[in-house]
C-alpha cells in the first residue's frame, strides 16, 4: 500500500536576484509636458500615450543586456509639476543615474535646468556623485523647435553633465540609446569606486563611514559584488 505523505513537500523558489549582474536607480526629472513619461512608456515596450498624466513618480522596471552583462534598471518618472517639487529629494536618494529632460520645442524647459539641478545637488552632496545625462525630446518637431542641438550640449557641459542626447518618443528615435548610454556610464563608473564600500544586497557604492546602505538597509563590505573584466 502507498503511504500518502502527510506534508507536502515546498518547491525551492528560485534566486531570481542573481540573474541579475548590476541593479541601478535611475530618476527621470524635468519640466511638466516634456515628456518623460512617453519617453518611458516607448522604452518600456509600448506607444506613447499622451492622455496619461503621472503626477507622482512609480517604480518602472526594465532589464538589458550590455557587453555580456545583465542589467536592472529601476526607472522613476518624477511628475514635474512645481507643487510635487519638493518630494524629489526623496525620491533622489539612492540613485545610481538620473535624467534631466526638456523640451526642444520650448526653450523655458531647458533654461530651468538649475532649478532642477539645486535640488539634485544637494543629495548628491550627501549620498555622493552618480552621472546625468541631459535628453532633448520630441526631436521629431522640426518646425517648432526653440532649442538647436548646439545650445542643449552647451548646457550640459557647462552643468558638469555626463553626456546629451536628442530623442522622440513618438518616432521611437534614440530612445534605447537614451537608457543605454546612462547606463554604461553608470557601469563605468562603478568600476571606478574599487577604494568605496559596498552594499552586498544591492550592490550600491556607499559613503565610507556607513555600517549599513543609505537606500536598503544592507550590510556593507569593501568588496565590490560587481566584476569587470
Not at 521629431?140 to 548646457?155: A, H, M, P, W, Y
Request: net charge positive; glycine share 10%; hydrophobic share 40%.
Amino acid at each position: 500500500m502507498e503511504k500518502i505523505p502527510l506534508f507536502k513537500k515546498k518547491k525551492k523558489k528560485k534566486n531570481i536576484l542573481g540573474i541579475y549582474d548590476a541593479t541601478y536607480k535611475v530618476v527621470i526629472f524635468g519640466d511638466a509636458g516634456c515628456g518623460k513619461t512617453t519617453l518611458t512608456q516607448r522604452f518600456l515596450g509600448g506607444l506613447p500615450r499622451w492622455d496619461l498624466g503621472i503626477l507622482i513618480p512609480i517604480d518602472l522596471i526594465k532589464s538589458m543586456e550590455i557587453n555580456g552583462k545583465k542589467v536592472k534598471l529601476h526607472l522613476w518618472d518624477f511628475g514635474g509639476e512645481e507643487r510635487f517639487r519638493f518630494l524629489l529629494p526623496i525620491y533622489i536618494r539612492g540613485a545610481n543615474g538620473a535624467i534631466f529632460m526638456y523640451d526642444v520645442t520650448n526653450y523655458t524647459s531647458l533654461d530651468n535646468i538649475d532649478d532642477w539641478l539645486l535640488v539634485i545637488n544637494q543629495i548628491k552632496s550627501e549620498q555622493g556623485n552618480f552621472p546625468i545625462i541631459a535628453v532633448g525630446g520630441k526631436a521629431d518637431l522640426v518646425g517648432f523647435r526653440e532649442v538647436t542641438r548646439e545650445e542643449g550640449i552647451n548646457v550640459a557641459k557647462s552643468r558638469g553633465l555626463q553626456g546629451f542626447i536628442e530623442c522622440s518618443s513618438k518616432s521611437g528615435v534614440n530612445v534605447e540609446e537614451t537608457f543605454e548610454g546612462l547606463t554604461r556610464i553608470m557601469m563605468s563608473l562603478e568600476s571606478e569606486k574599487w577604494d568605496r564600500p559596498y552594499c552586498m544586497r544591492c550592490g550600491r557604492a556607499v559613503p565610507k563611514g556607513l555600517p549599513f546602505c543609505y537606500a536598503c538597509g544592507g550590510k556593507v563590505t569593501m568588496k565590490s559584488v560587481f566584476t569587470f573584466f
